[in-house]
């Protein structure tokens, strides 16, 4: 059914945020409404997008829409790779050794 890449990305959006890692931190960071509604509203914005994919080849200016869209999907994607990497140090620390140790392998460590 979703031949559309961008239908593809926003699919990939919603398994990062309904991911229980992205929970977890985004109860932790009190941000765990704001996520829902995001995923609620793009769960809706990836089947339009499956309807302008398959019509933008007659309208210009929905193709530039489509571009626009494409940024800020990514851009999102970085935010929640970022959320991720960060939820990830934070436990390296937690579970490091001594406060030397922290410091080192959290300096050396990239995500």
């Known amino acids: 059914m ?15 945020l309904a991911s229980y ?15 829902q509604g995001i995923k609620d509203t793009l769960t809706i914005v990836k089947y339009v997008l499956l309807d302008a994919e398959n019509k933008k080849d007659q309208n210009h200016g ?9 940024n800020i999907f990514y851009d999102a994607e970085d935010v929640l790779d970022e959320v991720q ?3 990830s140090r934070n436990q390296f620390v937690q ?12 300096r050396d460590r990239l995500c």
């Open 2 to 16: 979703a031949d559309s890449f961008l239908f593809d990305v926003a699919d990939s959006l919603l398994g990062k």
């Open 62 to 70: 929905l193709q530039e829409w489509l571009k626009q869209i494409q």
């Open 85 to 87: 990497c960060q939820e």
């Open 21 to 35: 890692a992205h929970e977890e931190v985004s109860k932790a960071w009190a941000v765990f409404g704001d996520l």
């Open 95 to 106: 579970a490091s050794g001594s406060k030397r140790l922290k410091v080192i392998n959290t």
